[in-house]
C-alpha cells in the first residue's frame, strides 16, 4: 500500500536510523531536499488521537538535522490540541493562526518573531489556548508555501485525518506519514 518501513515496540536508535536511511535511499536523487530547490514537506498525520504522530513528528524533524539538513521547520498545525510547546518546552506569544492572519504581508523578519528554535530547528507552534472552532475555508497552503521556500524540510504534525484545515496540509505535502496503531478505532479511522 506505498508503506517503507514499519517500526516495532519498543523502538531503538537502531530502527529509526535503518529506516530513515531506507527513506533518505528511495528518494529521487537521494536528495533531501523537494524538487527545484523547494523544501520537502511531510505531513505526519494520525489516524485517531494519541497514536504517536506528534512524537514521530519531533524525532523525523531531529533526525532529517542530524542527516544534514541545514533548515528544518517542525510546524504544530493541530489547533485543538497541539502539544508540541509542551514536549519541546517551548514558549512563543505567537502561533500558526497569527501567521495565517497576517499571511498577506509575510516575510522573513515576521516570520522569525513568530518562530521558536529548539536544538537548531525551527519550531511553529500552535495556539497556547486550543481554537474551539476553525473557519471552513481556513487553508494551510499559505503556511506551507512560505517554509518550502525558507527551508530544505518541513514536517508538519497535523491534529487529525478530518476536516478541511488538515486536508489542505496534506494536499499540499510531498509526503503523507499516517500514523496509526493495531487499535480497532485508529484503524476504522
Same mark, same amino acid.
Given at each position: 500500500?506505498?508503506?517503507?518501513?514499519?517500526?516495532?515496540?519498543?523502538?531503538?536508535?537502531?530502527? &529509526?536510523?535503518?529506516?530513515?536511511?531506507?527513506? !533518505?535511499?528511495?528518494?529521487?536523487? +537521494?536528495?533531501?531536499? +523537494?524538487?527545484?530547490?523547494?523544501?520537502?514537506?511531510?505531513?505526519?498525520?494520525?489516524?485517531?488521537? !494519541?497514536?504517536?504522530a506528534t512524537t514521530l513528528?519531533?524525532?523525523?524533524?531531529?533526525? &532529517?538535522?542530524?542527516? +544534514?539538513?541545514?533548515?528544518?521547520?517542525?510546524?504544530?498545525?493541530?489547533?485543538?490540541?497541539?502539544?508540541?510547546?509542551? #514536549?519541546?518546552?517551548?514558549?512563543?506569544?505567537?502561533?500558526?493562526?497569527?501567521? #495565517?492572519?497576517?499571511?498577506?504581508?509575510?516575510?522573513?523578519?515576521?516570520?522569525?518573531?513568530?518562530?521558536?528554535?529548539?536544538?537548531?530547528?525551527?519550531?511553529?507552534?500552535?495556539?497556547?489556548?486550543?481554537?474551539?472552532?476553525?473557519?471552513?475555508?481556513?487553508?494551510?497552503?499559505?503556511?506551507?508555501?512560505?517554509?518550502?521556500?525558507?527551508?530544505?524540510?518541513?514536517?508538519?504534525?497535523?491534529?487529525?485525518?478530518?476536516?478541511?484545515?488538515?486536508?489542505?496540509?496534506?494536499?499540499? !505535502?510531498?509526503? #503523507? #506519514?499516517?500514523?496509526?496503531?493495531?487499535?480497532?478505532?485508529a484503524l476504522h479511522a
Open positions: 500500500a506505498g508503506a517503507v518501513d514499519f517500526l516495532l515496540r519498543p523502538f531503538t536508535a537502531d530502527q &529509526f536510523d535503518a529506516a530513515f536511511s531506507k527513506m !533518505a535511499r528511495l528518494a529521487p536523487g +537521494g536528495e533531501v531536499l +523537494g524538487g527545484e530547490g523547494r523544501a520537502k514537506v511531510i505531513c505526519v498525520m494520525p489516524a485517531k488521537g !494519541a497514536c504517536g513528528a519531533c524525532n523525523l524533524a531531529y533526525q &532529517f538535522k542530524r542527516q +544534514g539538513a541545514e533548515r528544518v521547520l517542525l510546524a504544530d498545525l493541530d489547533p485543538m490540541a497541539g502539544t508540541m510547546s509542551f #514536549l519541546l518546552k517551548l514558549k512563543s506569544s505567537f502561533s500558526f493562526l497569527d501567521v #495565517l492572519q497576517r499571511g498577506h504581508e509575510l516575510d522573513e523578519d515576521l516570520w522569525r518573531a513568530t518562530v521558536a528554535t529548539s536544538g537548531g530547528i525551527d519550531v511553529l507552534l500552535a495556539p497556547e489556548m486550543a481554537a474551539s472552532t476553525l473557519p471552513d475555508d481556513l487553508d494551510a497552503t499559505p503556511i506551507l508555501n512560505f517554509a518550502r521556500n525558507a527551508y530544505d524540510i518541513v514536517v508538519v504534525d497535523t491534529g487529525s485525518v478530518y476536516g478541511e484545515w488538515n486536508l489542505s496540509q496534506a494536499r499540499a !505535502a510531498t509526503e #503523507l #506519514l499516517l500514523v496509526t496503531t493495531n487499535e480497532l478505532p
